[in-house]
């Protein structure tokens, strides 16, 4: 679809590279405090996370989610797929499941926008395969 609205303010730069690494370390980060940390740096105050199996909104509620998703998968480790795809302030990534240098149990691609300040305001996750 083709607009004929220009917008005239600038995008700001994001790294995908850096914001999917930042996510990443966030799901494994296993200690809790630094797991909080982790948080604040890849997400906003206000984030969010939706996938078909939790939800959770502000920092709180995704430590909350991501501690019970570390307490059912001990061992496994989230790692990057490929090549993380953004434009203006979409990000669009893919992502393993697996033991620490292990054969994947699952796979999943997320859908993210990005805050002003680079970190992620919103990410919906899906579930591309488990079982692999």
């Known amino acids: 679809m083709v607009s004929s609205h220009t917008k005239k303010e600038t995008m700001p730069m994001f790294d995908a590279d850096a914001i999917t690494t930042r996510y990443l370390a966030a799901w494994n980060a296993r200690e809790p405090a630094r797991r909080r940390e982790a948080i604040a740096k890849a997400w906003v105050e206000s984030g969010s ?3 078909p199996l939790m939800e959770a909104e502000g920092h709180g509620g995704l430590d909350a989610i991501i501690a ?3 307490a059912q998968l001990p061992g496994l480790v989230f ?3 490929g090549t993380p795809d953004l434009h203006h302030d979409r ?7 697996a033991p620490a240098g292990g054969v994947p149990v699952a796979r999943g691609t997320d859908f993210a926008v990005v805050a002003e300040d680079g970190r992620l305001a919103a ?3 899906f579930l591309d395969r488990e079982g692999v």
């Open 68 to 70: 019970a998703a570390q």
């Open 91 to 97: 990000l669009r990534f893919s992502w393993t499941l």
């Open 123 to 125: 990410v919906t996750g």
């Open 79 to 81: 790692s990057l797929a």
């Open 49 to 51: 996370y939706l996938d």
